[in-house]
């Protein structure tokens, strides 16, 4: 277990729809990142929040949106879903600074659109 | 912009030493990171460079010149687990991001007998 948690591990949802993916950080980190990794394609930056603030935006979707709570917890929403939104949707934490140990991931949530 | 490349694929053998290369190009730079990511599962960091040099961690070795904008994983005494995913990730401080990692697309290590 790295400390942060992912909900659900597995989504299976059909074109059109929205879904909300959940992200808890691992205990004292500030910073939430969302990822997209496709299968073909490697880890893909969509968004950054620091302490209930967004930090970074990458190549996120309008159709994508995300926030941090006042409990630091995180929640991407994907609305109008297509095929092509399939894919391993990874959160990640890390704590203030620019330390040596990088993000801790958590298990990600494995979306399919059908 | 930003650049991070390494090879798709490697394959190696049990008990062989495998070198991973990275070359990147990017502004604001102030770190890069291994890490290790088996098939549908979170990638797990393996190591850290920010100065130019050799850091050694056990099996593994990762190296960084900064002028280079290059660096390589080493790994020796090969396992069959070592079959994985090894992306290469450069720390971007540009647009006020905090820690915030550019991924490349990973090299895809296998291990055999």
């Known amino acids: 277990d790295s400390g942060v948690t992912q909900t659900p591990k597995h989504l299976i949802t059909a074109t059109g729809q929205r879904v909300t993916l959940r992200c808890s950080p691992r205990s004292g980190d500030l910073s939430v990142y969302w990822y997209q990794q496709s299968l073909d394609q490697g880890l893909q930056f969509l968004i950054q929040y620091y302490n209930g603030e967004e930090r970074a935006k990458g190549n996120i979707l309008e159709r994508f949106s995300a926030q941090q709570f006042p409990d630091l917890h995180s929640e991407l929403n994907l609305s109008s879903l297509e095929l092509g939104d399939s894919a391993l949707y990874f959160c990640?934490?890390?704590?203030?600074?620019?330390?040596?140990?990088?993000?801790?991931f958590g298990s990600g949530t494995r979306l399919t659109v059908v | 912009g930003q650049n991070i490349d390494q090879p798709t694929e490697m394959t190696a053998t049990e008990g062989a030493i495998v070198q991973i290369n990275c070359t990147y190009q990017?502004?604001?730079?102030?770190?890069l990171f291994w890490y290790q990511q088996h098939a549908g599962e979170a990638p797990t960091f393996l190591s850290y460079n920010v100065l130019d040099g050799l850091e050694e961690k056990g099996r593994f070795s990762s190296f960084l010149s900064r002028s280079k904008g290059y660096s390589y994983l080493l790994l020796k005494e090969l396992q069959m687990k070592d079959s994985a995913s090894y992306l290469c990730a450069v720390r971007d401080l540009r647009s006020g991001a905090t820690n915030k990692l550019i991924f490349g697309t990973g090299t895809l290590l296998a291990v055999q007998p």
């Open positions: 990017t502004s604001g730079f102030n770190g």
């Open positions: 990640a934490s890390s704590p203030p600074g620019q330390g040596q140990g990088g993000y801790t």
